[in-house]
């Protein structure tokens, strides 16, 4: 079993940084993506950030060139920094593993961001 615990969420004015954090315990075996989704009040929970088995890194349009996912397999962490902030990127923040095989999906319990002034 997988657990996640994310961290760093904060109430930042537009035009702030925030790095979040997500740390995993537990094994997982074989191949498996990290991502990153939102969910803002009254909207569908949305990706954000990826990283696929394969290595390779994909963002949503909307945080294009102001986000950016990495990860330190040494300290079984995930991070997402966000830069240029924007109302707009209000929401609580999850952290997604999701293993190929067996597909099972593995979910922190969510960091909220609030950008405001």
């Known amino acids: 079993q997988v657990q996640l615990m994310e961290s760093g969420g904060d109430l930042v004015q537009p035009g702030g940084s925030l790095r979040l954090s997500c740390i995993a315990s537990?094994?997982?075996?074989?191949?498996?993506?990290r991502n990153w989704y939102r969910q803002a009040p009254g909207k569908q929970r949305e990706l954000v950030a990826s990283i696929s088995s394969s290595g390779s890194i994909n963002y949503a349009d909307s945080v294009k060139g102001r986000f950016t996912i990495s990860e330190d397999n040494a300290k079984n962490t995930n991070y997402l920094q966000m830069n240029s902030l924007k109302p707009e990127d209000t929401a609580v923040y999850y952290c997604n593993v999701h293993t190929i095989i067996p597909s099972r999906d593995f979910w922190g319990q969510g960091t909220q961001v609030t950008v405001s002034s």
């Open positions: 537990g094994s997982i075996f074989g191949l498996s993506e």
